[in-house]
């Protein structure tokens, strides 16, 4: 049986904990709250890109179906404005979700490594001795990378991609839902 306080328990509780995933989002959560309104305004964007990447096939079949086979040039001219216009909506809101959600992300960072190195500033000397420095340094600095990496790009990544993906479903379905399932 291990000690409590050794570094072998403290790597134990640390795995428990990290394995409990419903523990591990509240945790990730309660770090967000604070950053909510941001991060709604984030999702706002998300939202408006996932609209534009479904518009675009949409307008698309829009442009074949009734402006070309109806050789309606004027209308293809306003199709195509249309679609330039969707896309470039798209890319501001993309461009503005993930500028959102990395001021968020560094300023949840910055809390993070101050609590962090608040903390170790509070813990007796002997701490210190008992465990080697680069060991802690590392983990230190591999888990706040990690959180970096996953607050500033993978869940904007996550909602981009999956919202993405029910937009052009959508759209496919609004075109040709036969073909849409035969997809």
């Given at each position: 049986m291990r000690r409590p306080g050794s570094i072998e328990g403290m790597a134990e509780l640390s795995t428990a904990r990290a394995a409990d995933r419903g523990a591990v989002l509240r945790r990730l959560a309660a770090e967000l709250r604070p950053h909510r309104r941001t991060v709604a305004v984030a999702l706002g964007f998300v939202l408006i890109a996932a609209a534009a990447q479904g518009m675009g096939p949409w307008l698309v079949g829009r442009a074949i179906d009734h402006d070309i086979l109806r050789g309606d040039g004027r209308g293809l001219l306003r199709t195509m404005a249309a679609l330039l216009a969707v896309y470039v909506a798209g890319a501001l809101a993309s461009r503005a979700q993930t500028r959102r959600i990395g001021?968020?992300?560094?300023?949840?960072?910055?809390?993070?490594?101050?609590?962090?190195?608040?903390?170790?500033?509070?813990?007796?000397?002997?701490?210190?001795?008992?465990?080697?420095?680069?060991?802690?340094?590392?983990?230190?600095?591999?888990?706040?990378?990690?959180?970096?990496?996953?607050?500033?790009?993978?869940?904007?990544?996550?909602?981009?991609?999956?919202?993405?993906?029910?937009?052009?479903?959508?759209?496919?379905?609004?075109?040709?839902a036969r073909l849409a399932l035969a997809c």
């Open positions: 001021a968020s992300g560094q300023h949840i960072l910055a809390s993070l490594r101050a609590r962090l190195f608040a903390h170790l500033q509070a813990l007796p000397l002997g701490f210190f001795d008992k465990r080697p420095i680069g060991d802690l340094m590392s983990r230190l600095l591999g888990d706040v990378e990690t959180l970096s990496q996953l607050f500033s790009q993978g869940i904007t990544q996550l909602l981009g991609a999956l919202l993405g993906l029910a937009g052009v479903l959508v759209a496919m379905f609004a075109l040709d």
